[in-house]
């Protein structure tokens, strides 16, 4: 993914990040250590960072590990974190530890997204969930949210879009923030652009930002349409139609602890949990 410019000081990059952040230079400097006016003249380009520094503020700023290598070539350092492919042998043991995951996790849907949300791994709950999506969408590499966006792809079995693509594009918006990703950008817009799949009242409708209007809740994952009340006390649900039924889901997302690797740092295990007991009954008697 494209970051930042490298023909730009370190210095107004981590001041960039660190308004971003809306911490002051005194908030700032105290979490790292140092003083005020250290922090301003770095900022400035009065002062030339250590390497150790920079590592140091970008920790207390949040900096993702992509962006905190680009940070250090910036100001003529090594970049500290490898990008191992994910197929390298090297990630083996990790790769393994995954795919047992998803399997074990079976018949429930879950699946493993980088950075792009390009899908990486997935078990055989999701492929049951993608039954009947367009061929050009599952060609490599998935795409999470053109899989569920897209009017060929889940969306027109979405009950919920309205709410679920508000929230995915939300969930894009955080990550865009974060990670300043022109690549993701470019992703946001063209599926925050796809319109309502037909039958789908006001789900492609947008606000200001481009989010959609509805109400957002937690959870990353797939889209919807008009159904079902779509709250539950706890979270926002998933409500899909599959077979001739509709089940429901929450979602939860977990990520690596302490990632020293970018390839590593962007990964993201999507689980898909049933929300009512109809829906698990349901899945476990498709493999009993």
């Not at 490599?140 to 969306?155: D, I, V, Y």
């Not at 709410?163 to 990703?181: F, G, K, T």
């Not at 929300?275 to 349901?282: E, G, I, N, Q, S």
Request: no cysteine; aromatic share 4%.
């Amino acid at each position: 993914m494209t970051t930042v410019a490298l023909d730009t000081g370190v210095g107004p990059l981590l001041r960039s990040w660190r308004e971003q952040r809306r911490i002051s230079q005194l908030e700032l400097a105290i979490r790292a250590d140092s003083s005020a006016r250290h922090i301003s003249f770095i900022e400035t380009g009065r002062s030339r960072p250590s390497e150790d520094m920079i590592l140091r503020l970008a920790e207390h700023l949040d900096v993702p590990v992509r962006e905190r290598n680009a940070l250090l070539v910036v100001a003529g350092y090594a970049p500290r974190y490898a990008q191992t492919a994910l197929d390298d042998p090297a990630l083996g043991a990790l790769r393994e530890g995954m795919e047992r995951l998803l399997q074990g996790y079976d018949p429930y849907p879950a699946l493993v997204v980088d950075g792009m949300y390009n899908v990486v791994a997935a078990n055989q709950g999701i492929t049951m969930l993608l039954e009947g999506v367009a061929g050009h969408l599952l060609a490599p590499p998935l795409n999470a949210m053109r899989l569920t966006l897209h009017p060929e792809g889940l969306a027109p079995r979405i009950r919920n879009l309205r709410d679920w693509r508000a929230d995915l594009l939300a969930q894009m918006e955080r990550q865009i923030a974060l990670a300043r990703s022109a690549e993701l950008r470019e992703l946001y817009e063209e599926v925050a652009g796809y319109p309502a799949p037909a039958g789908a009242d006001g789900a492609g409708s947008t606000g200001p930002t481009g989010v959609g209007d509805g109400t957002a809740g937690g959870g990353q994952g797939a889209a919807g349409g008009t159904g079902p009340a779509s709250s539950l006390p706890f979270a926002l649900p998933l409500h899909i139609e599959h077979g001739g039924r509709v089940l429901s889901f929450v979602s939860s997302i977990a990520t690596f602890n302490t990632p020293m690797d970018v390839t590593v740092a962007e990964l993201a295990i999507e689980t898909f949990l049933p929300a009512d007991r109809a829906t698990a009954d349901h899945l476990r008697s498709l493999t009993s």
